[in-house]
């Protein structure tokens, strides 16, 4: 039964159960421009784009004072996995420290050797604003990158700073690419990854290859995307990457599974995990949903089918041939697998493809974004609007207005 206004929800909807006839035919709303399918595909075309914007912005000049002591990314949401996306692709032997910073300003120790990268989608979040500005008064590069016409494109004006602009067309969760690109062009500027042309052009092409699979108008049976979020429907994904590249796809999953499709997710790195959460694989929703397959049980007395965990491992073997990065140890991955197995938890496992780590990334993202979208629709959620992230605004509003 949809939710409904009885609850004191406004704004609220959504049915419990998830319907996967309501992912046949093309998404008509989804696919219209400002649509979540929409916003989705054109992933590809936004990372082109803004690639030229940063072109133009002028990022070569943080070249001309070399190295620095050490990279802040600052921002929340979906801005600070860009500061992730950064760590990643910069790697373990990246020569300086690169941190995403998400609560407001900066740390104390940033200074004039620094470089502070402020991205905010809205070019309006307290945080990146309070960190480009105290980025700019103590002395520290700084580049913000944003929404044009933003305060935070004032700021950057007044400290002299680069500006990356970032049209905004949709929420800042679906301009994950466009955030990304001048973070990582930023840093290259800096010598501190190595991305060239091809790779960002490949990244964009498997992102366009992917939006392509993952459209409206393929069923299921074709389209990896509503397969997963089927498959997840009605369970507590938990979604682990196997390196430290697929953990930050994992974490990004979870962001989307949260907001758009509203499920709870336990999201991070193997290697953690597996030092503790991997506990939960034996808790009430994973070995012990067995204790309910009683075959007595009187099916109209019992409630519905338990709720269960439902991994999802995303694994990334790395490239062969590449020694800037260490191979992924994959016996953790392996390990997980035959853990679910031995507990009779479903693990669906996914795995990185291309030839660079940007691509490798995409190729983790893209899909899984589509299948939260999907996974909403089926619950006739509506992924673009969170009544639960306007509402915390609202009350914190009103507490401080108090
Ligand atoms: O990138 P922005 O516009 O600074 O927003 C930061 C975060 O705040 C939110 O808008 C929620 O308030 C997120 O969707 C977003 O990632």
């Known amino acids: 039964m949809p939710h409904s206004e009885e609850a004191g929800l406004a704004g609220v909807t959504g049915d419990r159960h998830a319907d996967p006839e309501r992912l046949d035919g093309p998404q008509e709303a989804s696919n219209r421009p400002g649509g979540a399918l929409w916003a989705l595909a054109a992933a590809g075309p936004q990372l082109r784009e803004v690639a030229h914007f940063a072109a133009e912005a002028g990022l070569g000049v943080l070249a001309q004072e070399g190295r620095p002591r050490a990279v802040v990314v600052a921002g929340v949401g979906t801005a600070a996995r860009t500061g992730d996306i950064l760590q990643t692709v910069a790697g373990p032997r990246c020569p300086v420290p690169v941190m995403a910073h998400r609560s407001a300003g900066i740390p ?13 989608a809205s070019g309006r979040s307290p945080e990146a604003l309070a960190a480009a500005e105290a980025a700019a008064r103590r002395g520290a590069r700084l580049v913000a990158i944003g929404a044009p016409d933003s305060p935070l494109q004032s700021l950057a004006e007044r400290a002299r700073a680069v500006f990356v602009p970032v049209p905004r067309t949709a929420p800042a969760r679906m301009s994950l690419w466009g955030l990304t690109v001048p973070v990582l062009l930023a840093a290259r500027e800096l010598g501190l990854v ?5 790779d960002i052009a490949e990244t964009a092409r498997r992102l366009d290859e992917d939006a392509e699979r993952c459209r409206g108008e393929a069923d299921s049976f074709v389209n990896p995307a509503k397969e997963l979020a089927m498959n997840l429907a009605g369970t507590i994904p938990v979604v682990w990457g196997g390196s430290p590249l697929a953990g930050v796809a994992a974490r990004r999953f979870g962001d989307m599974l949260a907001a758009n499709s509203r499920y709870p997710v336990i999201a991070g790195e193997l290697g953690e995990a597996g030092r503790g959460r991997v506990g939960l694989l034996d808790g009430v929703f994973g070995s012990l949903t067995r204790q309910s397959n009683d075959i007595f049980a009187d099916p109209l007395e019992g409630d519905e089918q338990p709720t269960r965990l439902r991994i999802v491992l995303f694994r990334d073997d790395g490239l062969e041939g590449d020694d800037s990065v260490p191979l992924p140890d994959s016996r953790r ?16 496992v996914f795995k990185a493809e291309g030839g660079c780590s940007l691509e490798r990334l995409a190729s983790l993202i893209a899909f899984p974004d589509f299948t939260s979208v999907y996974l909403a629709l089926a619950h006739n959620l509506d992924p673009m609007s969170v009544p639960a992230v306007s509402d915390m605004k609202d009350h914190i509003h009103s507490g401080s207005r108090q």
């Open 108 to 120: 104390g120790w940033v200074g004039a050797a620094d470089v502070v990268l402020a991205v905010s």
């Open 194 to 198: 190595r991305l060239a042309e091809a």
């Open 333 to 348: 991955a392996d390990a997980v697998e035959k853990l679910a197995e031995e507990r009779g938890i479903h693990c669906d």
